[in-house]
């Protein structure tokens, strides 16, 4: 007894020194007890529901919150009652009404709060107060909250609003939940964030694909240093609103470097450079960690590999924050190959076990 007493001091201790007088509603199923033999068991005692009056100005308390009734329920639902729809489809005329119970709130408070379960939730009302405050007997484990949380950019906007779930970045890339109890304020990284839309990682070209004639430009000058003086080459493909040009700036080249020439020259004012593509003659389309020392703005990089082969090989990326992302060409360049019709052929049987 003296355990639950220091309990139920924790709980009402926001509402001053004098102790309310409070009325259990509902307890666990677990600590349940039949104390009748009736044969309905589900039919509610006048005694709670005699007790168990709320209005439009009745509050929650849950989780260091005051939440309004009226946030889960209508003005009408709370002094009329929920409609019974069962009854509306028997006769729609005589809709029937049935006053609101401890569970219905507890139930609707679930949506928000998974851990306040039938079987781990006891309802108590405090009338002097005109509050509800539900008393979680037991955690369930591995919960998951969806509302009634915060998403801040600071820990002191999070202090000056606070909520029971609070979502806040940090400067270690990571989002961090901060679950604030009664007892407890417990920070741990999160995986999911609620209410937020998911997002993915990846780059959209704002213009449209790069010429197809443009990439067969850059990679018959590459063929040609690669089999004339076994070079590699550097071009910049540049974007005026309109189209894309093809720019080969000053540069010394040898058959495993390429070192364009610092220029004081100001690209047109319309222009922006936004790709540098280098080839590497016989090898590999790949890049170097002489790229990855070279390559760190947020524009495009490539880089053409086996330029003297019937198709050469191609790697597209781009940077941000000394982080690269790789691309797929096919998104990049335009191409001859573009699917634009279907291909289908009676002639040709698909056999699926081949594959």
């Known amino acids: 007894m003296a355990q639950y007493k220091m309990l139920q001091e924790t709980i009402f201790s926001f509402l001053g020194e004098e102790e309310p007088e409070t009325v259990e509603i509902t307890s666990p199923k677990k600590s349940k007890k039949v104390a009748s033999n009736t044969s309905n068991k589900t039919k ?4 709670p529901e005699e007790i168990f009056q709320v209005n439009t100005e009745t ?7 005051t939440i309004p009734l009226t946030d889960y329920f209508t003005a009408d639902e709370i002094s009329i009652g929920t409609l019974l729809e069962s009854n509306t489809e028997a006769d729609p005329q005589t809709p029937t009404y049935k006053a609101i119970t401890v569970d219905d709130i507890r139930r609707r408070l679930e949506n928000d709060f998974a851990e306040l379960t039938e079987d781990l939730t006891s309802m108590s009302f405090i009338k002097e107060k005109n509050l509800i405050v539900p008393v979680l007997q037991a955690r369930k484990k591995g919960m998951i909250l969806k509302k009634r949380h915060g998403i801040y950019l600071s820990l002191s906007d999070a202090a000056d609003n606070k909520r029971s779930n609070m979502y806040i970045p940090s400067s270690d890339g990571n989002i961090y939940h901060i679950r604030d109890t009664e007892h407890l304020s417990i920070c741990k990284r999160t995986r999911a964030v609620p209410s937020l839309s998911s997002i993915k990682e990846g780059v959209r070209l ?16 590459s063929r040609y240093y690669a089999s004339k003086y076994g070079t590699e080459v550097h071009a910049e493909i540049l974007w005026n609103g309109i189209d894309y040009k093809l720019s080969i700036p000053k540069q010394r080249v040898s058959s ?8 004081n020259l100001i690209p047109e004012e319309d222009e922006i450079k936004v790709m540098e593509i280098h080839s590497h003659n016989f090898m590999d389309a790949y890049f170097s960690s002489q790229d990855d020392e070279s390559e760190k703005a947020p524009i495009l990089y490539a880089v053409i590999g086996r330029v003297t082969d019937y198709f050469p090989q191609i790697k597209v990326r781009t940077c941000l924050n000394n982080e690269y992302l790789e691309l797929d060409p096919n998104n990049v360049f335009d191409t001859p190959f573009q699917l634009n019709q279907s291909y289908e052929f009676k002639q040709i049987t698909i056999h699926k076990e081949l594959n």
């Open 206 to 221: 704002k213009a449209p694909k790069i010429n197809w004639d443009i990439i067969t430009e850059f990679i018959k000058i």
């Open 59 to 65: 509050s929650i308390r849950y989780g260091g919150e």
């Open 44 to 47: 509610p005692t006048p005694k």
């Open 256 to 263: 495993q470097l390429v070192e364009p020439e610092t220029t």
